[in-house]
């Protein structure tokens, strides 16, 4: 379902925009653009340059530049805006925001228009555990969500012990040890370093889509 609607959402905000760039290759859009910018540049009135650099930001917004078009409408002197037109570059402002994935900045001006988009905190795993799950060395990576990553660990420390195992029972311990000890220290705490980068990566991406789905329902509320 919210797959469904921030679909929708991308569907909404580019529908006009995408059926003129099929028509425009980007660069003429940008050329475009670049015009737009020599107005702002010469125009001694706000209110020109107002337009020009909201008109600037639909054009990169149709090229598919939204870091640009935000960059653009920040620009835009909003005191020469009447409260309609300020609310409208403000949507705009989020809705550009969202599209280049930076949902916290679109959350904040979503909070401007007065609007508080329900984010709530994902479920996160926790680093202690993870940590403690690693001295099974498979557990820690099912518990990251890297099950295979799990096997292959698990194996290399198990060559790394027969390693061991084999030449201390062949009579030569310096081999031993600078072999399969030196191997197994590697891949046993190797794999602490790389559950612990696991965990992060896994939160960092649901907390990333959490926001995305709390900005994007927001959003579809303002269509």
């Known amino acids: 379902m919210r797959r469904t609607a921030l679909l929708c959402l991308i569907f909404t905000f580019l529908s006009a925009a995408g059926f003129k760039a099929h028509a425009q290759d980007?660069?003429?859009?940008?050329?475009?653009?670049?015009?737009?910018?020599?107005?702002?540049?010469?125009?001694?009135?706000?209110?020109?340059?107002?337009?020009?650099?909201?008109?600037?930001?639909?054009?990169?917004k149709q090229a598919g530049e939204y870091a640009g078009a935000l960059e653009t409408l920040e620009r835009v002197r909003m005191f020469v805006l009447t409260p309609d037109e300020r609310r409208a570059v403000i949507i705009q402002k989020a809705l550009c925001a969202f599209m280049d994935g930076s949902y916290d900045t679109s959350m904040t001006y979503l909070s401007e228009l007065g609007i508080a988009p329900g984010y709530q905190e994902p479920r996160l795993k926790k680093d202690w555990i993870a940590m403690a799950l690693t001295l099974l060395v498979p557990a820690g990576y099912i518990y990251a969500g890297a099950p295979g990553e799990g096997a292959v660990s698990t194996a290399l420390n198990a060559c790394s012990v027969g390693w061991i195992v084999l030449n201390l029972s062949a009579g030569v311990p310096v081999t031993a040890l600078l072999g399969g000890a030196l191997a197994l220290s590697y891949t046993y705490l190797g794999a602490q370093e790389r559950v612990a980068f696991l965990v992060e990566k896994s939160n960092s991406s649901k907390i990333a889509a959490a926001k995305r789905d709390a900005a994007g329902k927001a959003l579809l509320g303002l269509l």
């Open 26 to 60: 980007r660069d003429s859009l940008l050329f475009e653009a670049a015009c737009c910018e020599r107005i702002v540049f010469d125009s001694q009135n706000p209110r020109e340059a107002g337009e020009a650099l909201i008109r600037k930001a639909e054009l990169y």
